[in-house]
Nanobody, 120 residues
């Protein structure tokens, strides 16, 4: 059994910052790519950013230069530093990871999400 648990969401004013964390636990051999997705009210889920195990990153155009993804492989944790937040960043942010389990199977996992609300 593998779980991803996010934390760090909350209410912030426009222009403010938040830092999200997501920790994977369970029957894990290794974690490959990790990433953050978000789902705003009334919209489809969208990619925010991803990071490979070696640290190669990819960002949606809407968050480039404002958001930074990083990870701590030793702690099975991925972070999302969000600066200069805008009301349009309001969404539930979900962690995602490709994990090789102790059975040797590579599976994709999702966290339940953490709500980020940016007030104007």
């Amino acid at each position: 059994q593998v779980q991803l648990v996010e934390s760090g969401g909350g209410l912030v004013q426009a222009g403010g910052s938040l830092r999200l964390s997501c920790t994977a636990s369970g029957s894990i051999t290794s974690i490959n790519a990790m990433g953050w997705y978000r789902r705003a009210p009334g919209k489809l889920r969208e990619l925010v950013t991803t990071i490979t195990r070696d640290g190669i990153t990819n960002y949606a155009d809407s968050v480039k230069s404002r958001f930074t993804i990083s990870r701590d492989n030793a702690k099975n944790t991925v972070f999302l530093q969000m600066n200069s937040l805008k009301p349009e960043d309001t969404a539930v942010y979900h962690c995602n990871a490709d994990i090789t389990t102790m059975l040797g199977v590579i599976m994709n996992y999702w966290g339940r999400g953490t709500l980020v609300t940016v007030s104007s």
